[in-house]
């Protein structure tokens, strides 16, 4: 199960560099609003995605998860955020780690459902429970990061 997730890893941090490199390269087109939308949206569902698949990958304590993935998250959103100006820094930056914190918190109710009271479930449920979400989180990706390359289109 382990290879699962260190290749939905991959997967998603190849999908978010590809992107960031045509938007980098189409980076003069942009408005500033627009600039804003791809820096929250891009930071946002990456590093949820990403600290979700962190989450299920390193069986650390939630504190380092959570600070793992809001590091990541960071730096990402800051990266996408600086293709244009300085306030959509701000807004990626943001949208990074809120992005990472929850995709953290996600993962750690996947693993165990009774930290927000809901009730145990087998572990047979729980890996079916992880593994879709993480297919659902990767699906999640592509289909973002493909709007936001179709956007540049029209």
């Known amino acids: 199960m382990e290879w699962l997730w260190v ?7 190849t999908v978010g560099y590809r992107s960031y490199r045509k938007l980098r390269r189409k980076r003069q087109i942009f408005s500033d609003r627009f600039a804003m939308i791809i820096a929250m949206t891009s930071s946002m569902v990456l590093t949820l995605v990403i600290g979700l698949l962190y989450s299920f990958i390193f069986p650390l304590s939630l504190f380092s998860t959570s600070v793992y993935a809001v590091i990541t998250g960071a730096i990402v959103g800051i990266l996408f955020g600086s293709m244009v100006k300085m306030h959509s820094v701000l ?3 943001s949208g990074g780690t809120s992005g ?3 995709g953290a918190m996600v993962g750690a109710v996947a693993q165990d459902p009774s930290l927000c009271g809901l009730p145990s479930a087998s572990s047979m449920n729980i890996a079916s429970n992880m593994m879709s979400m993480g297919i659902f ?3 999640l990706t592509l289909l973002s990061f493909w709007l936001i390359t179709y956007s540049l289109k029209v």
């Open 7 to 13: 290749s939905l890893l991959l997967l998603n941090v």
């Open 100 to 102: 990472g914190l929850m």
């Open 137 to 139: 989180g990767t699906f």
């Open 91 to 93: 807004a990626g930056f």
